[in-house]
């Protein structure tokens, strides 16, 4: 069984081609840059890596470029011998709490929920649209980034704001990074022998973005971002948690437009505002102050979000680290765990892999 995976963002397009019954990846393309001079394709199958650089207009050539690539080197003839495509969609709302067959329907409501999601949701679109183009017979699926939290009760999920936000306007927290949270939970029981349903943990993305979750019982009952993914943990770029009364202090006082307040905590804050760099690896080699604050900032904020989530759950089975910070940093994560959390607690570090698990998905919604 072959399914395709595609994470169609602003940008760039992320395809990665998965025999099922083996779970292995056949084929893996990263397009990047699309729309810029230096666009480049990177094509892996086997031991085979090739590297093009010629510049890419737009999604579309970018498709095209990758199901070239796919038939030049005898991989699959073109997208109609695939058993689905499945499609990262970073917002679903609150209509979307599963994985989810896309019909005109779905495309409708994914379209509709593009305020909530402006950068991503527009550019998830232009990967479901041009694929089913070129796979008009092949079955396509939305997986969704929030669906994972939508089992957050409403006391997580609300904010304490005037309730006709919520009722009219749909402010709420919906949380993000669900399918790597799910792909972790899943990875989890299966080193504890046990069924997810079992299983009270913590999982910690930790990557550019950063969020972390608090699963009872296998379902999610809070997490750190929230309407969008600014909220919670120190991230990259993002701020995370902030008074929002300094966002209305900026407008009213230092005279910042909308879009600069918006830039500024999305872009300029997190590691990167506070020392001048996002890449942690070299931020820990680093020996600046502000590189050591930065670091303390963000490991503090992560030791908050578990202490928090510890008091929610009671029982914790396993605290488990992910994302390229997590999964590669023992400094990290000897620095979060430095107050000896209690014994009774695994501390596990997963390789996130949330291809597979959108094509996991897939089979899912195949079955039904
Ligand atoms: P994204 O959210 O963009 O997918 P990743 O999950 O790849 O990001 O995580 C990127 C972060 O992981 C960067 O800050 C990078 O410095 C950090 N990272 C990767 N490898 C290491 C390492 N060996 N030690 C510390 N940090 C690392």
Not at 140 to 154: E, G, L, N
Not at 218 to 227: A, C, L
């Amino acid at each position: 069984m072959k399914i395709a995976v595609i994470n169609s963002g602003s940008s760039s397009i992320k395809f990665q081609l998965f025999d099922m019954n083996t779970e292995l990846v056949l084929a893996s393309v990263l397009v990047e840059k699309i729309g810029e001079f230096s666009s480049s394709t990177i094509f892996k199958h086997n031991e085979k890596k090739v590297v093009i650089t010629s510049v890419i207009d737009n999604h579309h050539e970018g498709l095209k470029n990758i199901i070239i690539l796919l038939s030049q080197n005898n991989i699959i003839k073109d997208f109609s011998s695939l058993d689905a495509i499945g499609h990262r969609v970073v917002h679903g709302g609150e209509e979307f709490k599963k994985s989810t067959l896309i019909d005109e329907y779905v495309i409708n409501k994914i379209r509709e929920l593009i305020p909530l999601a402006p950068l991503h949701n527009p550019a998830n679109l232009e990967g479901i649209t041009i694929s089913r183009k070129k796979a008009p017979f092949v079955k396509q699926i939305a997986v969704f980034d929030t669906a994972f939290h939508s089992t957050m009760p409403k006391e997580a999920y609300l904010y304490a704001l005037d309730y006709e936000m919520y009722e009219k306007h749909k402010i709420r927290r919906y949380g993000f990074h669900g399918t790597s949270h799910s792909y972790v939970l899943k990875e989890t029981a299966k080193i504890f022998k046990k069924s997810v349903d079992e299983l009270n943990i913590i999982t910690l993305h930790l990557g550019n973005g950063a969020s972390a979750c608090a699963i009872q019982n296998g379902k999610s009952i809070d997490t750190s971002m929230g309407f969008t993914p600014l909220e919670g943990l120190i991230m990259g770029t993002r701020s995370g948690d902030v008074d929002p009364a300094i966002i209305i202090y900026m407008q009213r006082e230092l005279g910042m437009g909308v879009d600069e307040v918006d830039n500024l905590l999305n872009k300029k804050s997190g590691l990167l505002g506070i020392c001048g760099s996002n890449d942690v690896r070299s931020i820990i080699e680093s020996d600046s102050e502000k590189s050591k604050l930065a670091l303390n900032m963000m490991i503090r904020r992560i030791k908050k979000y578990i202490g928090s989530y510890m008091a929610l759950l009671g029982r914790v089975d396993a605290i488990v680290f992910t994302g390229g910070i997590g999964e590669n940093s023992q400094y990290i994560r000897d620095k979060v765990l430095d107050n000896h959390l209690a014994g009774s607690i695994k501390i596990l570090v997963i390789n996130t892999d949330e291809e597979l698990e959108i094509a996991r998905e897939c089979i899912k919604v195949l079955e039904k």
